[in-house]
């Protein structure tokens, strides 16, 4: 009786094996993905250095009164354009108007006094010292009135360039003193895009070279020129600033504005470039492309990627080399290991 039944656990073994090796050799047998390749080659393009800026006005004044007193008079607001010789602000000058009609009245004693012993100096009857004293007094009493004439111009404060009102420091019925500044004041008909470079491309710049800025603000590109290049490096970060001056006549360009800069240095550098349409990022925000090896398999590789040049292609700085073959169409699908056909 138990020998009737010993060949029947091993023939249900044999079954079971087979149908297994079915299932995994079906499992196994992926569908090829339909892809386009590129095999990578690389090239000499024109370099050109990209930088983040920042919009500067061309000059910055802080302006104030050169007397004190009491100011009786605000002419502008903050923000406001103002040309030069423009009337910003004044003070009550009726201390210096009453120091002045004295002055005025002490020199014309003093004229006086001048020209009737000037007279006995020419014909002898005047000591030499007399005559040194009077003129010493006339000269003090011009001086006098010339200084208070100042104080009354100065009573006045005028704009000095032509821009736009930042900062405005007083009120009327405060009190103005020499040396505090009342008023800042840019000037922006020209700016400047200020960017910092590294000491290793700051060789490449020269002064005259054209630079493209682009202001993301206002979505616009200008041409501008590189007018200067610090010679000192900043002691923490070891770069090198540099300015693009902008023509800005209508005002637009603003300072703090945030500008991309380009810049073509004239040279050439061989490099590696690949379709944009190849490059994937995914949550992470990790840029790669997925190469086809030798097994026709799928390979994701990590990639930095550099500027996009004019034909829509990517630089690529590092995580490829020459001859492997790039998929640039039906990667979207793809993962690790896909079999792949083209």
Do not use: W
Not at 288 to 312: C, D, H, S
Not at 320 to 329: F, H, R, Y
């Amino acid at each position: 009786m138990s020998m009737f039944f010993k060949p029947i656990p091993f023939l249900f073994i044999v079954i079971l094996f087979t149908a297994c090796g079915n299932k995994e050799e079906k499992k196994s047998q992926q569908t090829p993905v339909k892809v386009g390749i590129l095999t990578i080659q690389r090239s000499n393009l024109p370099e050109e250095l990209t930088y983040s800026g920042t919009i500067e006005p061309d000059n910055t004044a802080q302006i104030g009164f050169a007397v004190s007193g009491v100011i009786n008079n605000v002419a502008v607001e903050e923000g406001q354009v103002v040309k030069q010789g423009q009337l910003l602000a004044s003070i009550d000058a009726t201390e210096y108007n009453n120091a002045l009609a004295i002055a005025s009245a002490g020199l014309e004693q003093a004229e006086d006094m001048y020209n009737r012993l000037n007279e006995l100096y020419n014909k002898g009857s005047l000591p030499a010292r007399d005559y040194i004293d009077v003129k010493t007094k006339l000269a003090q009493a011009k001086a006098n009135k010339s200084i208070n004439v100042k104080h009354i111009s100065d009573s006045r404060l005028y704009s000095p360039i032509s821009g736009i009102i930042t900062e405005k420091k007083i009120e009327k019925g405060s009190t103005a003193a020499p040396g505090i500044p009342a008023f800042t004041i840019i000037k922006t008909d020209i700016v400047y895009a200020k960017i910092s470079v590294p000491e290793s491309e700051v060789g490449a710049l020269k002064h005259g070279t054209e630079a493209g800025v682009f202001i993301r603000t206002l979505n616009d590109s200008i041409t501008g020129k590189i007018t200067i290049i610090n010679p000192q490096a900043d002691a923490i970060s070891r770069t090198y600033s540099v300015k693009i001056q902008l023509n800005n006549n209508d005002g637009k360009l603003l300072p703090g504005m945030i500008a991309d800069v380009s810049i073509n240095t004239g040279r050439s550098i061989n490099t590696i470039t690949i379709p944009a349409t190849a490059v994937v990022r995914d949550a992470d925000n990790i840029t790669y492309v997925f190469i086809a090896n030798e097994q026709r398999k799928a390979v994701r590789k990590r990639i930095t990627a550099g500027m996009l040049t004019g034909k829509n292609d990517i630089v690529v700085l590092e995580g490829l080399k020459d001859g492997e073959q790039v998929i640039t169409a039906g990667q979207s699908t793809l993962k690790d290991g896909s079999v792949l056909s083209f």
